[in-house]
């Protein structure tokens, strides 16, 4: 197979957690427990800092825009940080590499960092008319992870990432003249990164021109879109409501799903699973909706049965990361494979697939519980590359 993945790919500064370096920066900006608010818009250093708290404190994921690239790298310069590669495509394109399936990106930037980054499998077509460089960065904690803010201690109750970026080239998601060219052999073709977008022309004419690009499709191609937190939420509606009519298959993960709820799901209890399923695919009604979780995968609608394997490879491709972080090799991968489901996950989906019928398929995902120091960066990206790298070996 041919898989084409888009749209654009990011220089990532992954930082190393140090509660102590957070308590010295919330002192510094006199930010205390009330300051906290992960809606606040990103203006400053001490905006951040609030923001990133916040999210701690509620163990939730999430993605911000930032008022300028100088405030990410004021942030990243106060930490041990290590400089990798992201967005969907691209850390989709590199776990499919650990598995020897090639692939071809489209990149609205480019620079020597992503050039010595790529894997050697990797092609790309570029809307990039020069080099230029727009860190994001990515702040991963642990469960438990702890941060003194004056009396009070913040104590995050669940492991996840957060992002803050400030990208031009990403926020204007330029198209390559050479996609459509590069869709004309593809037999899948993965959409993302419209959820960086600002400007409501904007996007619409990203959109007008990805979907003449689409033209250029087999007619056998399976197009997948990946969800993800917008910049502007109200956004979001917009870049739905084209997706649905336009891909085969619509993917997302808990907090966007809980996000188009407007309500917090309990992902261990199989009638409030099944209810939310079914409400998301009224809300997104696309052929075939997957939804990833840290508990579980499912699809449900036209391909539901077919995905299996790729729902498998997904939740296997994403656990490795969890588990080995960066670099992990097939032998990895093959190990993680081996691992058992956790049992709570396995009887929730034999209970969620009762309730939801012929027309979804349900896997668990696998139990990780002894996983000392896990990564939680990039998982929904890698999720995705083991989902269609999967496709690939079905």
């Avoid at 905006?47 to 999430?62: E, K, M, N, Y």
């Avoid at 093959?334 to 939801?356: F, I, N």
């Amino acid at each position: 197979m041919r898989f084409v993945l888009g749209m654009g790919g990011t220089v990532d500064y992954e930082i190393r957690w140090d509660s102590a370096v957070l308590e010295a920066l919330a002192a510094e900006h006199g930010v205390g427990p009330e300051d906290l608010d992960r809606t606040t818009p990103v203006d400053s250093v001490r905006d951040l800092v609030r923001s990133l708290l916040a999210f701690v404190r509620d163990g939730v994921g999430g993605e911000r825009f930032v008022a300028s690239s100088d405030i990410v790298e004021a942030v990243a310069a106060r930490f041990d940080k290590a400089v990798t590669l992201g967005g969907t495509c691209v850390r989709a394109a590199i776990a499919m590499d650990v598995l020897g399936v090639p692939s071809t990106m489209h990149l609205v930037s480019i620079d020597d960092t992503v050039r010595r980054l790529l894997p050697a499998s990797v092609d790309y077509v570029s809307s990039a008319a020069q080099d230029s460089l727009d860190p994001h960065l990515i702040v991963q904690y642990p469960a438990g992870a702890r941060v003194r803010l004056g009396d009070v201690e913040l104590v995050a109750p669940h492991p996840n990432r957060v992002i803050y970026a400030n990208d031009p080239p990403h926020r204007e998601l330029e198209i390559a003249a050479d996609l459509p060219d590069a869709l004309r052999t593809a037999d899948i073709f993965l959409l993302s990164s419209f959820n960086v977008i600002q400007d409501p022309a904007t996007l619409e004419s990203r959109l007008t021109q990805v979907r003449e690009a689409m033209r250029s499709l087999p007619a056998d191609a399976l197009v997948v879109f990946e969800d993800a937190g917008y910049h502007v939420p109200a956004l979001s509606r917009r870049v739905r409501d084209e997706m649905v009519w336009s891909v085969d298959v619509y993917s997302l993960n808990e907090d966007e799903m809980q996000a188009y709820l407007g309500r917090a799901v309990d992902l261990l209890d199989p009638a409030t699973v099944a209810k939310a399923v079914r409400e998301l695919h009224e809300v997104v009604p696309a052929p075939t909706l997957v939804v990833h979780t840290k508990y579980w995968a499912l699809a449900v609608g036209q391909r539901a049965a077919s995905l299996r394997p790729a729902l498998v490879g997904g939740i296997t491709m994403a656990s490795t990361r969890y588990w080995m972080g960066d670099g992990f090799t097939a032998d990895d991968y093959a190990a993680t494979a081996a691992l058992a489901p956790g049992s709570t996950a396995q009887r929730l989906v034999a209970d969620v697939a009762d309730l939801l019928g012929a027309d979804a398929c349900i896997v668990p995902a696998l139990d990780l519980t002894d996983v000392a120091a896990p990564t939680t960066i990039g998982l929904g990206d890698s999720f995705v590359g083991g989902f269609l790298a999967a496709l690939d070996r079905s």
